[in-house]
């Protein structure tokens, strides 16, 4: 499987856009590239997917970039709901299952 | 929708025994995936069902633990003779298509062995 790098830890100011980097520079022509998160004492939560082009949802924006060997997950305006581990996982959607990494630790101050 | 249901939420076990953890998907979701997350760590796969079939379990200790989805009812996960270091929050989760494309997760089971 396509591996993912992604920084231990992070933070941010309530209010303040975040951007959540993940490295995948081994990412294959068919791998997606999947955003979860998991709040404290939760399951985890979709975010959002993308393949290629720049994807918005109600939640966040996932920027691919051009050689899909990177993406920043965008947080417009962090709330402390927020405060999350943000996994990012690749998945050639082909009948496997998602294999989740350490992800980043989001910390959002008031 | 009432989403993944996954029950009990907690469940106290002392060594050797069972423990049998159910997980109902969402309405017309056919894709079942467990999960386990130990204390302190990250969530690590378990196995992938389809209605009455194991499509992956790669993720599954060789012994004691055993899953299954019948065609109706829940998802089971099931350890036999417990020890401590089955103590873990176990995720379910389910998906509508095959290859994980969006899967959305129960709250989890906490099993504390003792």
């Known amino acids: 499987d396509a591996k993912t790098t992604q920084p231990n830890s992070m933070e941010s100011n309530e209010e303040e856009p975040v951007h959540l980097p993940c490295n995948h520079s081994t990412i294959s022509g068919t791998d997606y590239i999947h955003w979860y998160r998991q709040l404290p004492s939760q399951g985890p939560e979709y975010v959002i997917h993308?393949?290629?082009s720049n994807v918005n949802n109600r939640m966040a924006s996932l920027a691919i970039a051009e050689d899909r060997k990177s993406s920043t997950l965008i947080l417009h305006r962090a709330t402390l709901r927020d405060a999350a581990v943000y996994y990012c996982?690749?998945?050639?959607?082909?009948?496997?299952?998602?294999?989740f990494g350490k992800g980043t630790t989001l910390s959002v101050s008031s | 929708n009432a989403g993944v249901m996954q029950n009990p939420r907690h469940l106290v076990r002392r060594r050797g025994q069972e423990a049998r953890l159910r997980c109902s998907p969402m309405?017309?979701?056919?894709?079942v995936y467990w999960y386990r997350q130990l204390p302190e760590e990250g969530l690590k796969f378990m196995v992938y069902?389809?209605?009455?079939?194991?499509?992956?379990e790669s993720g599954m200790p060789k012994e004691r633990f055993s899953a299954e989805f019948p065609k109706e009812g829940p998802s089971i996960l099931r350890i036999q003779q417990v020890v401590r270091g089955d103590s873990a929050a176990y995720f379910c989760?389910?998906?509508?298509?095959?290859?994980?494309?969006?899967?959305?997760f129960g709250a989890g089971s906490r099993l504390t062995v003792l």
């Open positions: 993308g393949l290629t």
């Open positions: 069902l389809q209605k009455e079939n194991i499509i992956d």
């Open positions: 996982i690749l998945n050639d959607q082909a009948g496997t299952a998602l294999i």
């Open positions: 989760a389910s998906s509508l298509s095959p290859g994980a494309n969006v899967l959305t």
């Open positions: 309405k017309g979701h056919s894709h």
